[in-house]
């Protein structure tokens, strides 16, 4: 009879330790809000907001066009490859002790490949390197006049 009573008993305890209820309570900084408002402006196009379609970032290939441990030089080169190629983006990347400089948002090697192949003579040391990209902006507005 013990042994059934302290079964019982048991089995009283498992039960409720497992059954919680309760009520969740979120906490959040007011500026997460506006935050988000920003964000939708920023996706804007036409008039219309894009949504149920994100802004998806996925592994690419981005050209490596400099490298160095002096900050100006480093900017030196970003403001000189901007000069001569205005639509492609850059990145800096800080990794102690240097300063990276990358181009581009391909999503193939080829791509790169091709913009290493255009860089040569103005870059001399390029590398290609696989890492999270930006979703390139398609050009869907353009015509035959246009190209």
């Given at each position: 009879?013990?042994?059934?009573?302290?079964?019982?008993?048991?089995?009283?305890?498992?039960?409720?330790?497992?059954?919680?209820?309760?009520?969740?309570?979120?906490?959040?900084?007011?500026?997460?809000?506006?935050?988000?408002?920003?964000?939708?402006?920023?996706?804007?196009?036409?008039?219309?907001?894009?949504?149920?379609?994100?802004?998806?970032?996925a592994y690419g290939y981005r050209v490596q066009?400099?490298?160095?441990?002096?900050?100006?030089?480093?900017?030196?080169?970003?403001?000189?490859?901007?000069?001569?190629?205005?639509?492609?983006?850059?990145?800096?990347?800080?990794?102690?002790?240097?300063?990276?400089?990358?181009?581009?948002?391909?999503?193939?090697?080829?791509?790169?490949?091709?913009?290493?192949?255009?860089?040569?003579?103005?870059?001399?040391?390029?590398?290609?390197?696989?890492?999270?990209?930006?979703?390139?902006?398609?050009?869907?507005?353009?015509?035959?006049?246009?190209?």
């Open positions: 009879m013990k042994i059934f009573y302290t079964i019982i008993f048991s089995l009283l305890i498992f039960k409720t330790s497992f059954a919680q209820k309760g009520e969740v309570t979120v906490i959040k900084d007011p500026l997460i809000d506006s935050l988000i408002a920003k964000r939708l402006e920023v996706y804007k196009t036409s008039g219309e907001v894009k949504t149920g379609k994100p802004i998806v970032s066009i400099f490298y160095g441990s002096d900050r100006r030089e480093v900017f030196n080169e970003q403001a000189r490859f901007k000069g001569l190629y205005p639509r492609l983006n850059t990145y800096l990347i800080y990794k102690e002790p240097n300063y990276y400089v990358r181009v581009g948002d391909f999503r193939t090697r080829l791509e790169a490949q091709r913009l290493i192949n255009e860089l040569r003579p103005n870059f001399p040391t390029l590398f290609i390197f696989r890492e999270k990209i930006n979703a390139p902006n398609l050009d869907t507005n353009t015509t035959d006049d246009q190209k």
